[in-house]
Nanobody
Framework: QVQLVESGGGLVQPGGSLRLSCAASGRISSFNIMAWYRQAPGKQRELVASMTKDSSTNYADSVKGRFTISRDSAQNTVYLQMNSLQPEDTAVYYC????????WGRGTQVTVSS
């Protein structure tokens, strides 16, 4: 059973930065894909960024150039560095991992507001 625990969310002003962390109970180097999704109130959950086992990355158009996904395999942790945050980035951010099954964390709230 894979467990994912997100942390690092909070309240930040527009233009600010946050780094989200996703600690996994298993070896993330074994996962086919690790990703970050987000869900804003009244909206569907959407893919923000993903990283494959061979380190290929993919980003939503809305975050390209501002967000960066990375991982530390020794720490079994995936990160999402978020810069130049805007109010429209406000959402609950979820960590996702695919290894045979699809696993989700419980999410961490990110609020961008002045």
């Amino acid at each position: 059973q894979v467990q994912l625990v997100e942390s690092g969310g909070g309240l930040v002003q527009p233009g600010g930065s946050l780094r989200l962390s996703c600690a996994a109970s298993g070896r993330i180097s074994s996962f086919n894909i690790m990703a970050w999704y987000r869900q804003a109130p009244g909206k569907q959950r959407e893919l923000v960024a993903s990283m494959t086992k061979d380190s290929s990355t993919n980003y939503a158009d809305s975050v390209k150039g501002r967000f960066t996904i990375s991982r530390d395999s020794a720490q079994n942790t995936v990160y999402l560095q978020m810069n130049s945050l805007q109010p429209e980035d406000t959402a609950v951010y979820y960590c996702n991992a695919i290894y045979v099954l699809n696993y989700w964390g419980r999410g961490t709230q990110v609020t961008v507001s002045s």
